[in-house]
């Protein structure tokens, strides 16, 4: 069946929303990862959190700042829409890396998103986020230096050209 103009229009408003999730936690922008999230939604990460959605963006963009640095991927997204509701999986890699002593961490998380999502007043956002850990590792790593432009806020060069969640 050929998807009409509005269902490919829906499907990428919702991975477009998946991806600025990502944007969000690594970029340390609760105002982007709140536009994520509808106002009563729930979002499951346990054992670590269970609350709303946009509690989980001000824990998580709190709890990254113990970290040098991390990376968010999603991969593998599939939507299945149904009027105004739909659901997806996201395939995630998360990378993370953390100073202990003299030691450099590094966190790695192979995870999937399951949403259920809604589309309210015109804006499609989630209702409802299980974060499923498939496995992952940590281990010493040997850091590599990145660019000094590379920031966890707004002073990224990536906000010159990107404005907000919909600009």
């Not at 192979?110 to 590792?137: E, F, L, M």
């Amino acid at each position: 069946m050929t998807p009409t103009p509005q269902q490919v229009a829906d499907k990428l408003a919702i991975t477009d929303k998946i991806y600025r999730y990502c944007r969000s936690v690594d970029r340390l922008d609760v105002a982007v990862g709140h536009s994520v999230f509808h106002e009563q939604s729930h979002a499951d990460f346990s054992p670590g959190y269970v609350g709303t959605g946009r509690g989980w963006i001000d824990y998580i963009c709190e709890k990254h700042r113990e970290f040098l640095h991390h990376s968010h991927q999603v991969t593998n997204v599939i939507i299945e829409l149904d009027g105004e509701r739909a659901g997806s999986e996201s395939y995630v890699y998360a990378s993370l890396q953390r100073q202990e002593g003299d030691r450099v961490l590094q966190h790695e998380f192979w995870a999937r998103y399951v949403d259920t999502w809604s589309k309210q007043g015109g804006d499609w956002a989630i209702d409802r986020r299980d974060c499923i850990v498939d496995y992952g590792v940590i281990r010493e790593v040997t850091p590599l230096a990145g660019s000094p432009r590379s920031t966890r806020d707004q002073t990224d060069p990536s906000y010159a050209v990107l404005k907000g969640p919909l600009d």
